[in-house]
């Protein structure tokens, strides 16, 4: 019997690294990473896939209220910076190369790879595009090849409640996916 894609594949056959991972913006401003875990985060976006093995990406780690991580925050949009400023870490993500597409590429391979080593140690990530990269690039005297792409708030969870309205309710409402059958191009 032929069934479309959606009705075969159900969290059920994920494996769990996948299926409870989550993007939360309450994390914990009491906890910490250990530079273990951190290691183990950067450890595992080294070892990602990429293009002729080039390995474009580069990172900047910040820890709660130490320089770096002032200097990422502070090139949050305001909202973001509300919840951000929770985070146990913040993460640069930057590309470098002449094909900025497939660095870019190259980069978010990375950045899953990191993502999915957080929920293995039980942490969380929330990553954002929405900051300001020139201030970014120079706060951190960047080369002109190294483009930062993404940031990413790493933390252990916190109180949903402790945010304000409009985000507490998006924080705690059911997780939503398209189906599988919309995602396929033919």
């Known amino acids: 019997m032929n069934r479309p894609y959606g009705t075969i594949l159900g969290m059920a056959d994920l494996t769990p690294l996948l299926?409870?991972?989550w993007s939360p913006r309450a994390f914990d401003p009491s906890a910490t990473l250990t530079s273990d875990e951190a290691?183990?985060?950067l450890e595992a976006a080294r070892w990602a896939p990429s293009a002729d093995n080039g390995q474009p990406w580069r990172f900047a780690l910040g820890h709660r209220d130490d320089q770096n991580w002032k200097r990422i925050l502070?090139?949050?949009p305001a909202d973001d910076q509300g919840w951000a400023r929770n985070a146990a870490t913040l993460v640069v993500g930057a590309?470098?190369?002449?094909?900025?597409e497939r660095a870019a590429y190259d980069l978010g391979q990375a950045m899953a790879h990191l993502t999915l080593q957080a929920t293995a140690l039980g942490l969380h990530v929330r990553q954002l595009v929405r900051f300001d990269r020139?201030?970014?690039a120079t706060e951190f005297d960047l080369p002109g090849g190294v483009r930062p792409l993404v940031v990413a708030?790493?933390?252990r969870l916190g109180d949903p409640f402790a945010l304000p309205a409009e985000l507490r309710a998006r924080e705690t409402g059911l997780r939503?996916?398209?189906p599988v059958a919309d995602l396929l191009l033919a």
């Open 176 to 178: 939503h996916r398209r």
């Open 19 to 21: 299926a409870f991972r």
């Open 95 to 100: 590309h470098t190369g002449g094909d900025a």
């Open 153 to 155: 708030a790493v933390g």
């Open 39 to 41: 290691a183990s985060l």
């Open 134 to 136: 020139a201030g970014l």
């Open 74 to 76: 502070i090139s949050l």
